[in-house]
């Protein structure tokens, strides 16, 4: 039979324009949160993180937004390029110290 | 820095054949983590040491799977037999206890026939 695999949320947006990726986590207990990218053939790469005591911090192109009060956490990317191409992952620390907790990823499409 | 290493990048493999992955962190970091990614589960944590010590391998699906940390450079995953349900991308990554990034190696993509 057909096998069914995960369905990431996919987020298309035009070159130059800004992008917003939203991830919900799970665990109020979490004291750090970090976003990675991962491109087609290769390991995730760490792009940005956050402590819980911050509600945003910036980047180069890159600013994390972060609220507790809804447990939301949200990536934004300025200017975006088609080398953005990716899927982008969320990970929050949980309540359990020495690792992390990965959200299902969303993919960005860039189009030029 | 070369980052962390893994080999092999791709293997395949009959059903019922053992399976040995390896992984050599970054120097200096005291933490390291075996992933599985699949289009089906997507990331999950399988494993991870810290110190040389496993600390949580809940995520191991089950006894065919071991993981060994022999010294701070090196470890291993193992699947004996394997099957082709454990076609997947492994990843191993390493970190400083005292940051909670991890760094990610290329992965090992692992198909079973």
């Known amino acids: 039979g057909e096998s069914v695999g995960l369905h990431l949320p996919t987020l298309s947006v035009q070159e130059g324009d800004n992008s917003i990726i939203n991830c919900a986590y799970s665990n109020s207990a979490s004291d750090y949160f970090i976003w990675y990218k991962q491109e087609s053939g290769k390991g995730p790469q760490f792009i940005i993180d956050i402590r819980s005591n911050m509600d945003k911090r910036q980047g180069q192109r890159v600013t994390v937004l972060l609220n507790k009060t809804v447990k939301h956490l949200s990536l934004q990317i300025a200017a975006t390029q088609p080398g953005d191409s990716a899927v982008y992952f969320c990970a929050e620390t949980g309540n359990q110290g020495g690792k992390l907790i990965f959200g299902q990823g969303t993919e960005l499409s860039v189009k030029p | 820095d070369a980052g962390v290493i893994q080999s092999p990048r791709h293997e395949v493999t009959e059903m019922g054949q053992e399976v040995t992955l390896r992984c050599k962190p970054i120097?200096?970091?005291?933490?390291l983590f075996w992933y599985r990614q699949t289009m089906m589960r997507g990331l999950e944590l399988l494993i991870y040491f810290n110190n040389n010590v496993p600390i949580d391998d809940s995520g191991m699906p089950e006894d065919r799977f071991s993981a060994k940390m022999p010294n701070a450079s090196f470890s291993t995953l193992k699947i004996q037999p394997s099957e082709p349900r454990d076609s997947a991308v492994y990843f191993c990554?390493?970190?400083?206890?005292?940051?909670?990034?991890?760094?990610f190696g290329p992965g090992t993509r692992l198909t079973v026939t």
């Open positions: 120097s200096g970091h005291d933490y």
């Open positions: 990554a390493s970190g400083n206890g005292l940051e909670y990034e991890q760094y």
